[in-house]
Every structure is written in structure tokens, then in C-alpha cells.
């Protein structure tokens, strides 16, 4: 069984991306400038405070793949200082992992009724 101290491969977890706040990444203004032309996409206002968008429950720059089973950072390299900060496998990733595992667990269903285009209304 996983313990906190042998966490899963973070492609294979997601888990610390993924909150019911809107301000749960914050993006300082290095962060906004190594966004680039995303940022536009992908960095919200909170009065004069940046952050992180969140769709579905967790960052928009997350990509959930049912098919792989995976979570994709997509602008990994240029990831906000708060994500760089929390490392695989520290006490904060076990603590993320312990609170919030059922999160990725539950997109990724979502992912796949989407994909097999089960999650629509009834036929009628
Ligand atoms: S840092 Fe920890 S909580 Fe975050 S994706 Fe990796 S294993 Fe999961
Ligand atoms: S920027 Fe990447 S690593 Fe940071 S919360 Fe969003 S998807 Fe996760």
C-alpha cells in the first residue's frame, strides 16, 4: 500500500492541482511573466491579486486524460513558484494527498464518461 513517504508518480496523482477555491495558486509577477502569452488564458484577477484559473475543480492548465489514466501540468516548466515549492513525496504532497485524493480519482470518470459521451443528458 502507498504510504506518504512512497507517493505515486505525480502523472499518476494530480492531486495537489486540484481545489474548490479560486485563489489556490497564486501568480506573482515572475510567474506571470514566465506564463507568457497563456497567462492570458490561464491567470485570473482577485481585485489586484493574480492567480491560477480553476475549471472543474482544479488548475484550468491541468489536463486530465482518461484514456492514460494521467494529469498533465501543462505549462510544467513554466509552473508558478508555489507548485515548483511543493515536492513530491514532502509533508505537504502526503498532506494533499491525505485530504483531497478522491478529487483526481473522480475527474478522471468524468473524463472518461466524457470521452465515451455518457455523461449528456438521457436519449429521449
Ligand atoms: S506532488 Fe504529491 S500530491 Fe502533487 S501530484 Fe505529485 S505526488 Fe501528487
Ligand atoms: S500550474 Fe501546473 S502544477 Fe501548478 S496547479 Fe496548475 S496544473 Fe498543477
Known sequence: MESPADPPECLACGTCCFSLLETYVPVSGDDHARLGDDAA???VFHGN???MRMEDGH???LRVDGAAGS??????????????????????????RATKQDRPVAALLRARRRDSGTDGAPPV
Open 71 to 96: 494529469f498533465v501540468c501543462g505549462v510544467y516548466e513554466r509552473r508558478p513558484e508555489t507548485c515548483r515549492a511543493l515536492a513530491r513525496g514532502s509533508g505537504a504532497c502526503a498532506g494533499e
Open 49 to 51: 491579486r493574480a492567480f
Open 41 to 43: 488564458l490561464l491567470v
Open 59 to 61: 488548475c484550468a492548465a
